[in-house]
C-alpha cells in the first residue's frame, strides 16, 4: 500500500507509542546533555536512528496529547508516518507560489543555492535534484529545511544542544536564533521539542511533569520482539533500563514504586 505523499510503504513508517530500537543508544546521551544544561525534558520514547530521525522526532512531537488535538485532518494523517511528513514538507517547498506568504522565504534560499551550485563541482545537485533527494527515506535534513519544516508546520521547533537552544520559527520570515529556553515569538500553537546530539541524532524530548507521580516506565519492542524495557524517572532525567537501579533513585525523590511485572510489556507501568 502506498500514499498520494510518497512512495514508501505505509506500516513501515507509522507512529508507535514505544519509539524505534534503533534510537535507544542515544538516550543516555541525550539524558546527560538534559541534565547537564538543567533542561526540564525527559527523553520521549526512542527517535528512529537510521538517518530519519529529524521528521520521526517531529512526528512524536505531534502526536503528543496537548498537540494532537489541534492539528488539521490533513496534519494528523502526517503526524501517523514520517514519511508522509518528510514527503510533505518537500512538496510544500517545491510548489510553494508567489500567492504564498512564505514565498519569498523559500525563493531566497532557491537563489542562494544556486549561487552556491555555480561554484561547485559539476556532479553538485541543482535545486529540483536536491529536493528530490531529501524526498527520499533516509536522508537528512539540513538546518534550512529545518525551518522549512516549522514552516510548514506553521509552529516554532526548538532544537536543544550541548551549549544552546536553536528556534526554528514558524512564521514567514527567516527567523533562526539562539536563546534562552523561554523565549518566545508570535506563533500560535505549543513548540516543538526536539533534542540534538553533537549534529548526529534528533531525539524527543517531553517536558518534566510538575506534580509529584511515581515512576512512568516504557518499554520498547524490537523487530524479533525482543523486550527491551526503559524505566524513566519523571523526575529528572534519570533513565535506566535495570528496575532496581531505579527503585535506588527514587529514593532521591522521596518516592516508593509500585510493584511492577515484566509479564506486561505493553503500556506504560505506574
Known amino acids: 500500500m502506498t500514499s498520494c505523499y510518497g512512495q514508501g510503504p505505509v506500516q513501515a513508517y507509522t507512529f508507535n507509542k514505544n519509539g524505534h530500537h534503533s534510537g535507544n543508544r542515544y538516550l543516555p546521551a541525550v539524558n546527560k546533555m538534559l541534565k547537564n544544561r538543567n533542561i526540564p525534558f525527559r527523553c520521549d520514547a526512542p527517535t528512529e536512528a537510521y538517518g530519519n530521525c529529524f521528521t520521526y522526532a517531529v512526528m512524536q512531537q505531534l502526536y503528543r ?57 559539476d556532479d553538485f545537485l541543482d535545486w529540483d535534484a536536491w529536493l528530490k533527494y531529501l524526498s527520499k527515506d533516509g536522508k537528512w535534513f539540513d538546518d534550512q529545511f ?35 529556553s523561554d523565549a518566545t515569538c508570535n506563533c500560535a500553537g505549543r513548540p516543538l521539542h526536539i533534542a540534538n546530539i553533537a549534529n548526529a541524532h534528533y531525539q524527543s524530548i517531553l517536558p518534566i511533569q510538575t506534580t509529584l507521580q511515581n515512576v512512568d ?7 524479533e520482539q525482543e523486550k527491551q524495557i526503559i524505566y524513566h524517572c519523571t523526575q529528572c532525567n534519570y533513565s535506566t533500563q535495570r528496575q532496581s537501579n531505579l527503585k535506588r533513585h527514587a529514593v532521591k525523590h522521596k518516592l516508593s514504586l509500585p510493584n511492577t511485572s515484566e509479564s506486561k510489556q505493553h503500556g506504560d507501568k505506574k
Do not use: W
Not at 158 to 177: H, K, Q
Open 146 to 180: 529545518m525551518k522549512f519544516t516549522a514552516s510548514f508546520l506553521r509552529r516554532d521547533i526548538i532544537c536543544y544542544t550541548a551549549t544552546c537552544n536553536v528556534y526554528y520559527c514558524g512564521a514567514p520570515t527567516e527567523m533562526t536564533f539562539e536563546g534562552p
Open 217 to 223: 516506565v516504557q518499554n520498547e519492542t524490537n523487530a
Open 65 to 121: 496529547p496537548e498537540i494532537q488535538p489541534t492539528l488539521s485532518d490533513e496534519m494528523k494523517l502526517l503526524s501517523e508516518n514520517y514519511h508522509y511528513l518528510r514527503t510533505a514538507i518537500v512538496r510544500f517547498v517545491k510548489d510553494i507560489t508567489p500567492e504564498s506568504e512564505y514565498f519569498t522565504l523559500i525563493d531566497a534560499a532557491r537563489t542562494n543555492y544556486a549561487e552556491l551550485a555555480m561554484d561547485q563541482a
